[in-house]
């Protein structure tokens, strides 16, 4: 009977990480089916449309159409900022369905200043230098 009742715990506990990595599948699946390269299927950056200037996610659902269809080298070229923080977003995924699976809660941890400041710091670099004519590399 324990055993029963520790299994639905878990289940109750590992359905808010599941229901993210569904909600986030689907919509990458539809990303991937639904090119944004054709215009009319998503709207455009209102950014982009009010200054004529980049913002540090255009190109993203770009990106992540190319890595929907494998296509690495074509995702860092649209949008190197989206295709660096999946991996991050990926652990952090992990990280929380391994605590909800052993019952514990997740606890974040809360970067040092240090850390949040060189993040903000690293967003800013990358929307100025994309906008700059030598860093054409990092625009999609």
């Known amino acids: 009977m324990t055993s029963i009742v520790s299994g639905r715990r878990r289940l109750v506990s590992v359905l ?3 229901g993210v990595a ?6 990458a699946l539809y990303v991937r089916a639904v090119d944004p390269n ?3 299927h998503y709207p455009g950056c209102p950014f982009l449309a009010l200054t004529g200037l980049l913002c540090p ?3 993203g659902l770009r990106a992540v159409h190319a ?3 494998g296509d690495v080298a074509a995702a860092l070229g649209l949008n190197a900022l989206v295709v660096l923080l999946v991996p ?3 652990f952090l995924w992990v990280r929380w369905f391994a605590q909800a699976w052993r019952g514990r809660p997740m606890r974040p941890v809360a970067p040092g200043p240090r850390w949040l400041y060189g993040f903000l710091a690293a967003g800013v670099v990358f929307w100025i230098v994309r906008n700059m004519p030598f860093g054409q590399l990092l625009a999609p």
């Open 57 to 59: 996610g255009c190109g």
């Open 88 to 90: 991050v977003a990926g």
């Open 22 to 27: 569904a909600v986030v599948s689907g919509a």
């Open 67 to 69: 890595l929907g269809h």
């Open 16 to 18: 808010a990480p599941l």
């Open 38 to 40: 054709e215009p009319g």
